[in-house]
């Protein structure tokens, strides 16, 4: 086990809800327009309920508003700096775009202001509305040139259809040419229907296999043969992708249209990838390094939320890696994926 010596890691996968919403300006109210109403404290902490369509979707705490209270939290984490991007329930791909982009553009700025309360902490990443390719760019320009965001958050897939779909190519063109980095989250994932027992499975089960589906997919449509610049990461660790992909490779051998539609070997695709380290088990994490390599895997950890990753560094450390690798899984990758490479990281 190699211990690393400075509070140095960076968290590419922490989320952000605000303390209240704007209300809907314009017809009927979208039946799914965000509110949020007051809670018991606890622990000392302001909470907050989420309100989705009269229904309380979860209780948080104010640090997922407050840039102090969570700045105060990353050094018993072992982090210097932390992605700070939406739930991604907020991404809003139901909605007519028009009443997302308004939606989004407050998110954006309520992390903005975070990011710049926080000294350099907190490293904002944006939300797009997909549902519409235009609009995602122009505000995936706004969230990188006006906002000084590293990159965007995604899901994983927009209104059923996958990442990989070739309808998204020009906005990972955008993102490539505007050297914003993408992280994409499990979202609405597929197989509900299979799941027995509580809703909170979604998180623990349907999640990986949404985000390995979603992977795969970037896989089969040759994302990284159209865009080799893009740099793009997937929660969870890649979710399932890791064993499917053993099947994706071998079946490029085999199936005569799988090896005309994929350009490049899966395996090799796969390593051009990024992955969080958010799987809660260290051999796990050597399964995912041998898989992708060492270069493509940086902490993860889903805070602030109850189900998240108290301790990543330590995670890292005590996987067996020598101190070169755990210095890439825990700072170096990250200051690549975000294009900070030369920056001021320990």
């Not at 994929?262 to 994490?285: C, I, K, M, N, W």
Request: hydrophobic share 45%; charged share 15%; aromatic share 8%.
């Amino acid at each position: 086990m190699t211990a690393l010596r400075c509070n140095c890691g960076i968290d590419v996968h922490a989320h952000v809800v605000p303390e209240n919403f704007p209300p809907y300006l314009g017809g009927a109210t979208p039946a799914a327009w965000p509110s949020t109403a007051e809670a018991a404290a606890a622990g000392g902490l302001c909470h907050r309920q989420i309100m989705i369509a009269g229904k309380n979707f979860r209780t948080v705490s104010e640090k997922c508003w407050s840039a102090s209270r969570r700045i105060a939290d990353l050094p018993a984490m072992g982090l210097a700096r932390q992605v700070i991007s939406p739930m991604p329930e907020l991404l809003s791909y139901w909605f007519e775009p028009g009443a997302a982009c308004r939606l989004l553009r407050y998110l954006n700025e309520q992390i903005a202001a975070m990011a710049a309360e926080s000294g350099g902490a907190l490293i904002g990443f944006g939300a797009v509305p997909l549902q519409d390719i235009g609009l995602a760019i122009a505000e995936l320009r706004h969230v990188v040139e006006t906002l000084g965001f590293r990159g965007v958050e995604i899901g994983s897939n927009v209104g059923g259809v996958p990442i990989g779909d070739p309808r998204f190519l020009p906005f990972f063109e955008a993102c490539e040419a505007l050297g914003a980095a993408v992280f994409v989250h499990a979202l609405k994932p597929v197989g509900m229907e299979r799941l027995v027992g509580p809703a909170a499975l979604q998180q623990v089960l349907a999640y990986p296999t949404e985000v390995g589906l979603s992977a795969a997919s970037v896989i089969t449509s040759n994302l990284m043969l159209k865009c080799p610049r893009l740099r793009i990461a997937f929660s969870h660790g890649g979710g399932t992708l890791a064993s499917l992909l053993p099947r994706l490779q071998q079946s490029w051998s085999v199936f005569p249209a799988l090896r005309e539609q994929v350009g490049q070997a899966p395996l090799e695709q796969a390593r051009r990838l990024y992955f969080d380290s958010l799987v809660f088990d260290e051999p796990t994490l050597r399964h995912l390094v041998a898989t992708f390599g060492d270069t493509q895997l940086m902490l993860g950890t889903d805070y602030p939320f109850n189900f998240h990753e108290r301790a990543p560094v330590s995670r890292v450390e005590a996987s067996g890696f020598n101190e070169d690798v755990s210095a890439r899984l825990v700072h170096r990758n990250a200051e690549i994926f975000l294009g900070i490479a030369n920056g001021t990281t320990a």
